[in-house]
């Protein structure tokens, strides 16, 4: 089975810290992304990688950065959080560029007070 | 960019009734339309896909169907159960297309399953 491990469930901080949320799968994936989710939006799109060092911006990148140094691991950088940043934040994975399935951490659920 | 439309936002079905939801999509380009369906306080999970070049797919109670030419594409629930009880999510590939591509999520479906 594949797996998709977040390194947080839940994580409070405040306006203005640097926010590092982290993913990792263990299946050898090429292609990792973030999404963040918020009641009646559905699930959107922040920035995704198909390649180590790669990165792609996704529908909504303002405000985030991100970091893949190394294949498994693909890590969320809030710069300077700010409140509507408050949110659930869910990884995902899929195998290459022919794989169509992309596999869900459980998500962190972020809170910027 | 591209975008999809999902609808109804709520859905409550008799058990063993159907349900279907439908959704849209605006970008002609787009050639992969999962489903996805998320319990309470679970991650979301693939629960049947279908490409471009396939009309429609059937998985034991579930199907979905697609009309290119409109741009929609749509899920049948058939014999509902309680336990189908869930939030569904449509969505459809980036406009590049291809596995690598992040995926454009329609807004959901509440389905309640009544007794």
Redesign the interface.
Known sequence: DVKVTQSSRYLVKRTGEKVFLECVQDMDHENMFWYRQDPGLGLRLIYFSYDVKMKEKGDIPEGYSVSREKKERFSLILESASTNQTSMYLCASSLDRGSYEQYFGPGTRLTVT | ?ENVE?HP?TLSVQEGDSAVIKCTYSDSASN?F?WYKQELG?????II?I?SNVGEKKDQRIAVTLNKTAKHFSLHITETQPEDSAVY?C?A?GELG???????????THLIIQP
């Open positions: 960019g999902q936002s992969y999962p679970k991650r979301p999970q693939l896909d490409r999510f969505a590939s291809g596995g690598a591509d992040g995926l454009t999520f329609g807004k959901g």
